[in-house]
């Protein structure tokens, strides 16, 4: 195969870096490998560490003003490159171009929107004099990032790290590196050196950053079972931690909806991206009057969805990612098969496909045990649930180890919103999809997550906490 690893550098010090080795990268829409990026071992990863380490006094010396100031020209910079990078995004990831280009263009808002949030800050009168609480940045932060949103979410990890004053070491997802390559090479000179590192590996790496000494904190976003090693890892050198991990997330459609008017909104919360998003809805609950009416109104509008390569016009829906979950997806589809579910549409593939395409498969009310229900699908495989009882719904929805979203459906505000308040999750979307605003804390509960992103707490995940306080009369000691 072609080396391409000259073309897709990794970015430590400022510079471009070089690895000994390189992993092949796929395009999932041909199955064939197309470009190679940089395999770094302990060795890069030092060197990374090193340069962020040197870099970080300065930095968090810096005003926030001058960080505001990089962070609007790092978006700048996304922003007037978003038709290239996204025609890169489409054939690593495999998604449609529109959603490629809105991904890019999602993730120079993203900076933006962070630029402009007020760093959290307080000053009180306590017993012993005035008290000001600052936070302090933490230090050399690693983000490590999965393969289904690699643009927009390592931009969740980079604004506010650097806006509260850290340094990065950005690790992208083995099967997507080079979207992320190319923006740390377009970032060159527009970010002081080292302050934002990009360095691209197989599975070592991410242990390696976890268990790094050199490393203060570590941003993880992936699956649960990731979630818990890097946790584990984390604890030897007592690094900060936040986790942003998967989820099984219900919608509860009530009966007084508009099924006409929900129906592409309801599929595409599912849908979007293949299925391959963390805060997609996994499973609908359908109450039992409309059941029947709005499954077929489903897959009705499934049926004209254009599945193919993300680069070809017209194309709404790519390939699951990478081979391994492509495999999972299957299993799960064949799982289905055996056990005697009922497919509303999909559930066989297309054996002249050459990528990873799956067909868009809704399953009709299987049991509540059955895989399909109690598992992330995390692909194009839905199960439409019937329900009687809203409580019945709510608890049915709730029987999950996951926390992350949900989403009601209904024309009467006040009992959608008493069914929101009811669901244990972080994130609750009243007749739309979830998406996750730079304004607010995105945060997973139960087995979702640790942390959130976004927000004030989003800012405050990378800082500690610090008090000044200038002491007055202080009583003296007797004597
Ligand atoms: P993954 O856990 O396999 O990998 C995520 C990242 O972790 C990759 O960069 C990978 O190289 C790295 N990694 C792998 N093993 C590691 C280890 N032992 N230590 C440190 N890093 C390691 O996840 P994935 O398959 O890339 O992504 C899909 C999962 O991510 C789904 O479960 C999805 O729900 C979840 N996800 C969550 C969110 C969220 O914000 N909550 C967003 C997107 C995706």
Same mark, same amino acid.
């Given at each position: 195969?072609?080396? !391409?690893?000259?073309?897709?550098?990794?970015?430590?010090?400022?510079?471009?870096?070089?690895? @000994?080795?390189?992993?092949?990268?796929?395009?999932?829409?041909?199955?064939?490998?197309?470009?190679?990026?940089?395999? /770094?071992?302990? +060795?890069?990863?030092?060197?990374?560490?090193?340069?962020?380490?040197?870099?970080?006094?300065?930095? /968090?010396?810096?005003?926030?003003?001058?960080?505001?100031?990089?962070?609007?020209?790092?978006?700048?910079?996304?922003? /007037?490159?978003?038709? +290239?990078?996204?025609?890169?995004?489409?054939?690593?990831?495999?998604?449609?171009?529109?959603?490629?280009?809105?991904?890019?263009?999602?993730?120079?808002?993203?900076?933006?929107?962070?630029?402009?949030?007020?760093?959290?800050?307080?000053?009180?009168?306590?017993? !012993?004099?005035?008290?000001?609480?600052?936070?302090?940045?933490?230090?050399?932060?690693?983000?490590?990032?999965?393969?289904?949103?690699?643009?927009?979410?390592?931009?969740?990890?980079?604004?506010?790290?650097?806006?509260?004053?850290?340094?990065?070491?950005?690790?992208?997802?083995?099967?997507?590196?080079?979207?992320?390559?190319?923006?740390?090479?377009?970032?060159?000179?527009?970010?002081?050196?080292?302050?934002?590192?990009?360095?691209?590996?197989?599975?070592?790496?991410?242990?390696?950053?976890?268990?790094?000494?050199?490393? +203060?904190?570590?941003?993880?976003?992936?699956?649960?079972?990731?979630?818990?090693?890097?946790?584990?890892?984390?604890?030897?050198?007592?690094?900060?931690?936040?986790?942003?991990?998967?989820?099984?997330?219900?919608?509860?459609?009530?009966?007084?909806?508009?099924?006409?008017?929900?129906?592409?909104?309801?599929?595409?919360?599912? !849908?979007?991206?293949?299925?391959?998003?963390?805060?997609?809805?996994?499973?609908?609950?359908?109450?039992?009057?409309?059941?029947?009416?709005?499954?077929?109104?489903?897959?009705?509008?499934? /049926?004209?969805?254009?599945?193919?390569?993300?680069?070809?016009?017209?194309?709404?829906?790519?390939?699951?990612?990478?081979?391994?979950? !492509?495999?999972?997806?299957?299993?799960?589809?064949?799982?289905? @098969?055996?056990?005697?579910?009922?497919?509303?549409?999909?559930?066989?593939?297309?054996?002249?496909?050459?990528?990873?395409?799956?067909?868009?498969?809704?399953? +009709?009310?299987?049991?509540?045990?059955?895989?399909?229900?109690?598992?992330?699908?995390?692909?194009?495989?839905?199960?439409?649930?019937?329900?009687?009882?809203?409580?019945?719904?709510?608890? @049915?929805?709730?029987?999950?180890?996951?926390?992350?979203?949900?989403?009601?459906?209904?024309?009467?505000?006040?009992?959608?919103?008493?069914?929101?308040?009811?669901?244990?999750?972080?994130?609750?979307?009243?007749?739309?999809?979830?998406?996750?605003?730079?304004?607010?804390?995105?945060?997973?509960?139960?087995?979702?997550?640790?942390?959130?992103?976004?927000?004030?707490?989003?800012?405050?995940?990378?800082?500690?906490?610090?008090?000044?306080?200038?002491? @007055?009369?202080?009583?003296?000691?007797?004597?």
């Amino acid at each position: 195969m072609t080396d !391409f690893t000259r073309d897709f550098t990794m970015t430590i010090q400022g510079g471009q870096a070089l690895a @000994r080795a390189s992993i092949d990268i796929v395009n999932p829409s041909t199955g064939a490998v197309f470009a190679a990026a940089p395999d /770094a071992g302990p +060795d890069e990863l030092d060197a990374a560490v090193a340069s962020a380490r040197g870099a970080f006094p300065d930095w /968090a010396a810096t005003g926030i003003d001058e960080r505001r100031a990089v962070l609007k020209a790092v978006a700048a910079i996304i922003q /007037a490159n978003q038709d +290239d990078l996204a025609r890169l995004l489409v054939q690593e990831q495999g998604k449609p171009l529109a959603d490629a280009r809105a991904e890019v263009g999602g993730a120079a808002y993203w900076a933006n929107a962070t630029a402009d949030l007020e760093m959290p800050g307080d000053t009180v009168d306590g017993p !012993f004099g005035q008290v000001v609480t600052r936070y302090a940045p933490l230090g050399v932060c690693g983000g490590i990032v999965p393969w289904n949103f690699p643009v927009v979410l390592a931009m969740f990890k980079i604004a506010p790290a650097l806006l509260t004053g850290n340094v990065m070491i950005l690790k992208p997802s083995p099967f997507t590196p080079l979207t992320t390559l190319k923006i740390g090479e377009l970032l060159r000179g527009v970010v002081p050196d080292g302050v934002l590192n990009v360095v691209s590996g197989g599975d070592a790496l991410g242990p390696l950053m976890t268990a790094h000494p050199g490393i +203060d904190k570590i941003s993880f976003t992936g699956s649960t079972a990731t979630g818990k090693r890097v946790m584990a890892g984390a604890a030897a050198s007592l690094k900060r931690i936040t986790l942003e991990l998967g989820g099984n997330d219900a919608a509860i459609v009530l009966p007084d909806v508009d099924i006409a008017a929900i129906t592409p909104t309801l599929f595409w919360s599912a !849908f979007r991206n293949a299925g391959q998003i963390c805060i997609a809805t996994k499973r609908i609950y359908i109450h039992d009057a409309i059941y029947d009416e709005l499954a077929a109104s489903l897959a009705e509008y499934a /049926a004209r969805v254009v599945v193919g390569d993300g680069l070809q016009p017209g194309v709404q829906m790519g390939p699951i990612q990478n081979r391994p979950q !492509f495999e999972r997806v299957k299993d799960l589809i064949a799982d289905a @098969r055996t056990s005697g579910l009922r497919f509303l549409t999909g559930g066989t593939e297309d054996p002249a496909a050459k990528g990873y395409f799956l067909p868009i498969t809704l399953i +009709d009310n299987p049991p509540e045990a059955a895989r399909v229900v109690q598992e992330e699908a995390f692909g194009p495989v839905l199960p439409l649930l019937r329900y009687r009882e809203v409580a019945e719904a709510v608890a @049915r929805a709730n029987a999950s180890s996951y926390g992350l979203g949900g989403t009601v459906w209904g024309r009467d505000l006040d009992a959608a919103q008493a069914v929101a308040d009811r669901l244990e999750t972080g994130s609750v979307t009243i007749n739309g999809a979830t998406s996750p605003s730079p304004l607010a804390p995105f945060a997973g509960h139960k087995q979702s997550g640790i942390g959130a992103e976004g927000g004030r707490d989003g800012l405050l995940a990378y800082t500690n906490p610090k008090t000044i306080t200038i002491a @007055r009369d202080q009583p003296r000691s007797p004597g």
